[in-house]
């Protein structure tokens, strides 16, 4: 079965800071993986997706995912945050082997200090 | 884009009673439509994914006469929560798959049970 790890649940930066969310699924053949974001009393929002070709992609708002397969990862990143990337972000796979269903991690809240 | 309209946002009812939450994609065909549950502060959780013209499909754990799924249509697929009790308060998402844009989800219908 699919599953997905997001390993920072609460993380806290200042403005301008790197940010850098991991997230590890566990499937064994081909994915479709999603970053998606929940800004405080919002419903989820698409930030990037990745379905297939060049590894690092590119979503809105500055984002940026890289897919590494032989580590079965999805990190998220922006070089440089701003206050209101203060949010909940849920990275989420799906398999066509798994009729897919997507699959969400846990979460990650992100409050960024002004 | 792909819109799906969720309806109602908020409600609030007896215990006892039962409750349909509807969604519509507005400008697609959704032959397949998942129903997540959010718990506060945690992720979403895959309930159900229903099919249009067919019976859908319960992840495990979820009482599938409690929580009646139909897809009655290409575009409107209703989750109903029947003798709702308090412990079913929570957030209920639905989403459908589109090819432009992944996976579009609705605004989430938070119910509470009283």
């Known amino acids: 079965a699919q599953s997905v790890s997001q390993h920072n649940h609460h993380v806290i930066l200042s403005e301008a800071a790197s940010l850098e969310l991991g997230c590890n699924y566990s499937y064994g053949g081909t994915v479709n993986l999603f970053w998606y974001v929940q800004y405080p009393g919002q419903h989820l929002q698409l930030l990037l997706k990745?379905?297939?070709?060049?590894?690092l992609v590119k979503g809105i708002k500055g984002f940026e995912a890289e897919f590494i397969k032989s580590k079965f990862s999805f990190n998220l990143r922006k070089p440089s945050v701003q206050w209101s990337d203060t949010a909940e972000y849920f990275c989420?796979?799906?398999?066509?082997?798994?009729?897919?269903?997507?699959?969400f991690g846990a979460g990650t809240r992100l409050f960024v200090k002004a | 884009g792909a819109v799906v309209s969720q309806h109602p946002s908020r409600v609030i009812c007896k215990s006892g009673t039962s409750v349909k939450i509807e969604c519509r994609s507005l400008d697609f065909q959704a032959t397949t439509m998942f129903w997540y549950r959010q718990f506060p502060k945690q992720s979403l959780m895959l309930m159900a994914t229903?099919?249009?013209?067919?019976?859908?499909?319960?992840e495990q754990g979820v009482e599938k006469d409690k929580f009646l799924i139909n897809h009655a249509s290409l575009t409107l697929s209703t989750l109903t929560v029947t003798s709702a009790h308090p412990e079913d308060s929570s957030f209920y998402i639905c989403?459908?798959?589109?090819?432009?844009?992944?996976?579009?989800f609705g605004s989430g219908t938070r119910l509470t049970v009283v």
């Open positions: 989420a796979v799906n398999a066509p082997g798994g009729g897919f269903k997507t699959i």
């Open positions: 229903s099919n249009e013209g067919s019976k859908a499909t319960y």
């Open positions: 990745y379905f297939s070709g060049d590894p």
């Open positions: 989403s459908a798959p589109d090819t432009n844009y992944g996976y579009t």
